[in-house]
């Protein structure tokens, strides 16, 4: 499978993203990240409710075991960002050790970069907080990340 099939996507900046100003609002571009991270496991192979939890009444599907919270998260803007614009949402996913992993994310609007951010997660157990091994669905959307950008895993 083709990494940038994953790791490169888009999105169109809409009229409910911006501020008074005709601008993107600021947060919504971490809330967009945090779409281009789930949308890269779908596309990769990963459903949703092999990593995150669901909160449907009644469901079957099993809560995961673990839960990969943002620790950390920081962005910068580089360039305003207006209703229509299409936007390439480039995802670069690298782990920091066997229980957590960053997500680097770039926002281009033509050749321009408009926006770049970063979310860093930590895997830990659910029912008792503490830390733990990233799940194996993940591990797997690590590794072959990076060998889609030419690293080798450890």
Same mark, same amino acid.
């Given at each position: 499978?083709?990494?940038?099939?994953?790791?490169?996507?888009?999105?169109?900046?809409?009229?409910?993203?911006?501020?008074?100003?005709?601008?993107?609002?600021?947060?919504?571009?971490?809330?967009?990240?945090?779409?281009?991270?789930?949308?890269?496991?779908?596309?990769?192979?990963?459903?949703?409710?092999?990593?995150?939890?669901? /909160? $449907?009444?009644?469901?079957?599907? @099993?809560? +995961?075991?673990?839960?990969?919270?943002?620790?950390?998260?920081? =962005?910068?803007? #580089?360039?305003?960002?207006?209703?229509?614009?299409?936007?390439?949402?480039?995802?670069?996913?690298?782990?920091?050790?066997?229980?957590?992993?960053?997500?680097?994310?770039?926002?281009?609007?033509?050749?321009?970069?408009?926006?770049?951010?970063?979310?860093?997660?930590?895997?830990?157990? /659910? $029912?008792?907080?503490?830390?733990? @091994?990233? +799940?194996?669905?993940?591990?797997?959307?690590?590794?072959?990340? =990076?060998?889609? #950008?030419?690293?080798?895993?450890?």
């Amino acid at each position: 499978m083709d990494p940038s099939s994953w790791l490169q996507l888009k999105r169109t900046v809409r009229f409910g993203d911006t501020d008074a100003a005709g601008v993107v609002h600021f947060p919504r571009v971490l809330h967009w990240c945090h779409e281009a991270y789930e949308q890269s496991l779908e596309r990769f192979g990963i459903a949703a409710a092999e990593v995150f939890p669901t /909160a $449907a009444a009644g469901s079957s599907a @099993p809560v +995961p075991a673990v839960a990969l919270p943002v620790v950390h998260c920081q =962005a910068d803007y #580089r360039a305003p960002l207006v209703c229509g614009d299409a936007l390439l949402v480039q995802l670069e996913p690298r782990r920091l050790d066997p229980g957590s992993f960053e997500l680097h994310v770039t926002f281009h609007c033509g050749e321009r970069e408009a926006a770049r951010a970063l979310s860093r997660h930590l895997a830990i157990e /659910a $029912a008792s907080r503490r830390r733990c @091994p990233l +799940p194996e669905p993940i591990n797997r959307w690590l590794e072959a990340s =990076a060998l889609g #950008r030419g690293v080798q895993p450890l």
